[in-house]
């Protein structure tokens, strides 16, 4: 009775509201913030579109900030502006990077005209739109390996960061398009004379100060910076973080690390962990700047923990969803969107995302959208437009998943080859039985088909791009 009760009371806000917004005294961008946070319409996610033009695995994607364009990147080097909501493209271009695209961006207050992009290839490049579409890019700066992720000052058109495989921190002021060398992030001494160098995934700035960023990587430590610590003289080590986060019970574990991190509008910290969970951090369960000298911490200091998913092949990424971030979500190596009630860690939707792996979650900025991708090279658009309510998740049902083959990221032929190749040789080493090879081998073939599918381009996507041709730029 008393959940009937409050459905009741919720059917009767909303009914409230669409009142308000009809007469005028709501509009429908408040209207759609205020029932976002409603747990019946995420019970009630399907897939409204998919957007098919990419021809390799789409690696990001990302909203502008009025919501009504997104941007992706792929393994195949273009960056496509979508009208996600008719599935037209705005404009394709080639990115000129030389590898994958890991990130792609809008900037803010820009009229959409300036994004950057980071990818395999270790570069941070910068992409400006110009009269009758014509893009110029320009390569800022330049990782020693891959460069995963950005993370752009929220409402400053000229600041943003970046992070890679080399462990460095970089800081971009768009007024001088130059790039500022923070630090290269080392591991603390009871790692250093194996891995002295963190291989960072991820990077992210608290919406609530700017002036803090978390980065993440190869050990089991999220660190948090303050900017304002940092000295153009080399006065102070900025290198050395004014805070950790990190489960007590994973720390001096040598064999994970994070692969995705997100802020709350609260500045909560999420973590995500490979082959572990999702951690939830608020700002008094930090470690303090050396972790590995903080003593045991009580039971209710313990982060809140999201379980369910498997985080093993790829680079995941995590994030909240929801007006005021109610809600956990994240992709899958079984190929499913995980979504969970934050307040207190309840597995609430597991979505079929994609054939293989889903690694990108994306909420619209205002609306009940997501936006998702993965291995597939098409991009999902998710709203709240079934008729019935999903079925409480059956945990018992998730653990029946088939075998799911490990990936790599590739875009061409020779590249597709080596991962079959990677492939057999995994299935041999492990000494796996009978009915994991063959789960193996449809595997290998699912993939050959997808990447053969992938080849042909779909004549229902061309209204609208007005680039027409993956080679144009202009390369500075």
Same mark, same amino acid.
């Given at each position: ?19 308000? #917004? @009809?007469? $005028? ?6 209207? =759609?913030?205020?029932? +976002?946070?409603?747990?019946? /319409? ?87 739109? #110009? @009269?009758? $579409? ?6 800022? =700066?330049?990782?020693? +390996?891959?460069?995963?992720? /950005? ?326």
């Amino acid at each position: 009775m008393a959940g009937t009760g409050k459905r009741g009371r919720n059917c009767g806000r909303t009914i409230a509201g669409i009142l308000q #917004r @009809e007469v $005028g005294d709501l509009s429908p961008r408040k209207f =759609a913030h205020r029932i +976002g946070a409603s747990e019946d /319409l995420v019970l009630r996610l399907g897939i409204h579109r998919k957007l098919n033009r990419h021809r390799g695995c789409v690696n990001t994607v990302s909203f502008n900030a009025d919501g009504d364009t997104l941007v992706s990147g792929s393994d195949d080097r273009m960056v496509i502006l979508w009208d996600w909501n008719t599935g037209k493209v705005k404009l394709s271009f080639h990115s000129c990077h030389s590898n994958n695209i890991f990130q792609a961006r809008f900037m803010p207050d820009t009229n959409d005209r300036t994004l950057v992009t980071c990818a395999a290839d270790g570069e941070v490049r910068l992409a400006q739109i #110009r @009269e009758a $579409g014509h893009v110029a890019t320009k390569m800022l =700066a330049q990782h020693e +390996g891959q460069a995963h992720k /950005l993370a752009i000052e929220p409402g400053n058109p000229h600041i943003f960061y970046s992070c890679g495989e080399d462990g460095l921190v970089q800081r971009f002021d768009l007024r001088t398009e130059s790039a500022t060398e923070l630090f290269v992030c080392k591991s603390f001494q009871d790692k250093s004379s194996y891995m002295p160098i963190v291989h960072l995934n991820a990077i992210v700035i608290d919406p609530r100060d700017s002036n803090n960023f978390a980065i993440a990587g190869s050990d089991e430590y999220a660190r948090l910076y303050d900017i304002r610590k940092y000295k153009g003289n080399g006065s102070t080590d900025f290198g050395q973080p004014v805070d950790c986060f990190c489960p007590q019970r994973l720390i001096g574990h040598n064999q994970i690390g994070i692969t995705g991190l997100a802020f709350s509008d609260k500045s909560e910290l999420l973590s995500s962990y490979n082959d572990e969970f999702i951690y939830l951090f608020s700002k008094d369960q930090g470690l303090g700047p050396y972790p590995t000298l903080s003593h045991a911490k009580d039971a209710e200091s313990m982060p809140r923990v999201f379980k369910g998913h498997r985080n093993c092949d790829t680079v995941k990424g995590v994030n909240f969803y929801g007006p005021n971030c109610e809600y956990v979500v994240s992709g899958s190596d079984c190929g499913r969107i995980f979504i969970w009630r934050k307040k207190d860690g309840e597995l609430l939707r597991a979505m079929e995302g994609d054939k293989h792996v889903v690694n990108c979650i994306e909420p619209h900025p205002y609306t009940t959208a997501i936006a998702s991708s993965g291995i597939e090279n098409d991009i999902k658009i998710w709203t709240p437009n079934a008729i019935e309510r999903a079925q409480p998740v059956n945990m018992d049902e998730l653990k029946k998943n088939k075998s799911r083959v490990r990936f790599s990221r590739f875009a061409f032929p020779e590249q597709l080859i080596a991962q079959v190749l990677a492939q057999q040789r995994w299935g041999h080493s492990r000494g796996a039985r009978r009915e994991e090879s063959s789960a193996e081998n449809r595997g290998i073939v699912d993939l050959l088909m997808d990447y053969t599918e992938g080849d042909d381009s779909s004549d229902d996507d061309s209204e609208g791009d007005t680039s027409g041709s993956p080679g144009d730029c202009t390369v500075s």
